[in-house]
């Protein structure tokens, strides 16, 4: 599905990005994993870099000294990574507030433009932005969290213009919550009003990997080519 396809994946050393850039190497692709700490995937088509996401002259060197130069052309760009504190908005450190931002969305306008620059040309190349249904829903306590996710979809939506005729498609897949340890990090208290979120859902359970990876290869798809600046959620969210 994916033979010869280069692939970043933000993230990738655990959860939701570490079976995503699974998946694109079972099926054939050249896979880049891109996070702060150390690529916990061994295998030859695997390549991992660490670099600071949050931190836009860390990823222009990580690009500058590794990825251009071992990579003539990126296909596809999956921008998972995502740092998460769920807490009242006066009490929230101002520390937080700023990883959020710096990661999630500044990171994502970072790597989204440098990616970009392997992309143009004749070839279709996708960038898949993994959003949340935070961004919807607007839940109590994740204030920044949802502005970050809701960024990234405008982020992806301007783009996708800006990029259109370099043959390239910009699309957003908000997830609801899956079993990760972003999840487990989270209070008893929040992980409760977590749980009465799903509850309310269209389809009342929480994403499998499955789901996810079903969404990104849609948007992979070489058939995707005429679908752009969309955000698809799961769950029956709207």
Request: proline share 3%; glycine share 6%.
């Amino acid at each position: 599905m994916y033979n010869n396809k280069n692939i970043i994946v933000t993230g990738a050393s655990r959860g939701v990005g570490f079976e995503i850039a699974r998946h694109f190497i079972r099926h054939g692709a050249n896979v880049v994993g891109l996070s702060r700490g150390s690529g916990n995937i061994r295998d030859n088509n695997y390549k991992h870099y660490s670099v600071d996401l949050g931190d836009p002259d860390s990823i222009v060197s990580c690009f500058k000294n590794h990825i251009n130069k071992d990579f003539k052309r990126i296909d596809i760009l999956i921008n998972n990574a995502a740092v998460m504190t769920s807490q009242f908005s006066m009490i929230m450190p101002i520390k937080n507030v700023v990883d959020m931002l710096n990661v999630n969305l500044l990171g994502v306008f970072m790597v989204s433009r440098e990616t970009a620059k392997l992309m143009r040309g004749k070839e279709p190349s996708r960038i898949i932005n993994i959003g949340s249904m935070a961004s919807c829903i607007e839940p109590i306590g994740d204030s920044i969290y949802a502005a970050t996710k809701s960024g990234i979809t405008t982020l992806a939506n301007v783009m996708a213009k800006e990029f259109s005729t370099l043959n390239i498609t910009c699309n957003t897949l908000a997830i609801t919550a899956i079993e990760t340890d972003m999840l487990k990090s989270h209070s008893a208290n929040a992980q409760v009003k977590i749980k009465e979120i799903i509850n309310n859902l269209p389809i009342p359970r929480i994403s499998k990997i499955d789901d996810i990876l079903n969404v990104i290869d849609f948007f992979s798809s070489d058939r995707s080519s005429y679908i752009t600046a969309q955000t698809i959620y799961l769950g029956g969210i709207n």
